[in-house]
């Protein structure tokens, strides 16, 4: 049986929450089509340092629910670190308390306190090698990817719409609560480094965290609120490696590999909903994920699903 002209979809963005829905929606057996401005490894998405955890993201009983729905898929992709890029790390949230969290925190295994904050074995990425896989499983469920840039939702060629731009949005919805949060980080040497650890203060533009990827260390990092900088600062660079060595002395020495800096699309609310056009077809929008755009990628795509063909 072929694909209804009605069931074709095309996804704008391609960063983890475009790729990550348009596999849902090419495996339910639409024919997908990815719209991109930018390759993958070019988006904000790359740059993240891929520690599952719902940081700078509202609703958060919403975000707690779709953030738990993809740690169970990271889960399973972590038995294949190598082909998926997830693996499962042991570490620290400094300074965090369940008392403090939602619902959500109840539910995630093994997460429990500890001398100074929480400690769980949690989903960690390597977001260029989770990216490239996503890309691959789309193309076996026979979509595709385009680099197209997008001006006018209303003018994208397809009966469904599905408006995965991230910061884009701020312009082409146009959202004008959709803004940046600058986070810059440190790519080093590993030293030795085996866990992962966050001391973040909402409430402050710094925070210190470290994630250990397979050939390399993140250092970070910054969260700052409407700044559209894409240029690493170096007085903010040797600030994030002096707090890390501030943790982990060995990384004072380590060699910087890359500096790398991402703009994350932070929204009061994420969006995600289903939206007339005016000739008929629909718009259907998944984005405003803020720091957390890989942690809710897989609950975000399958409620995204639901409404880009909801049942009849």
Do not use: K
Not at 57 to 84: I, Q
Not at 228 to 242: K, N, Q
């Amino acid at each position: 049986m072929g694909i209804a002209p009605g069931d074709e979809v095309i996804v704008v963005g391609g960063g983890v929450a475009g790729l990550t829905t348009a596999v849902l929606l090419a495996e339910s057996g639409r024919r997908v089509r990815v719209w991109a401005r930018e390759p993958a490894e070019r988006t904000t998405s790359a740059v993240a340092g891929g520690l599952w955890w719902p940081y700078r993201v509202e609703p958060e009983p919403l975000a707690g629910a779709w953030a738990l729905e993809s740690l169970d898929v990271y889960d399973g992709l972590a038995e294949r670190p190598v082909e998926t890029g997830v693996r499962l790390v042991d570490g620290v949230h400094q300074g965090a308390r369940l008392d403090e969290l939602g619902a959500w925190a109840g539910r995630v295994p093994g997460l429990r306190a500890v001398a100074g904050g929480l400690a769980a074995r949690l989903p960690v990425i390597d977001m260029p090698v989770h990216l490239a896989w996503l890309r691959r499983r789309l193309v076996r469920a026979g979509g595709t990817v385009e680099l197209r840039e997008v001006t006018d939702l209303a003018a994208v060629p397809a009966p469904v719409v599905v408006n995965c731009a991230g910061l884009g949005a701020r312009s082409l919805v146009p959202d004008p609560v959709v803004r940046p949060v600058r986070g810059q980080l440190v790519v080093v040497e590993n030293p030795g480094v085996t866990d992962w650890f966050t001391a973040v203060d909402h409430s402050s533009a710094t925070s210190t965290y470290l994630i250990p990827q397979p050939d390399r260390l993140l250092l970070g990092g910054t969260a700052e609120e409407d700044d559209w900088s894409l240029e690493p600062d170096p007085d903010t660079a040797a600030a994030i490696v002096a707090r890390c060595a501030a943790v982990r002395p060995e990384v004072a020495g380590a060699r910087v590999l890359a500096h790398r800096v991402g703009l994350r699309p932070a929204r009061e609310a994420v969006r995600l909903e289903r939206q007339p056009l005016p000739d008929g077809r629909a718009l259907v929008h998944n984005y405003g994920h803020g720091g957390a755009g890989v942690t809710v990628a897989w609950g975000c795509a399958r409620q995204t699903t639901s409404l880009t063909f909801p049942p009849t």
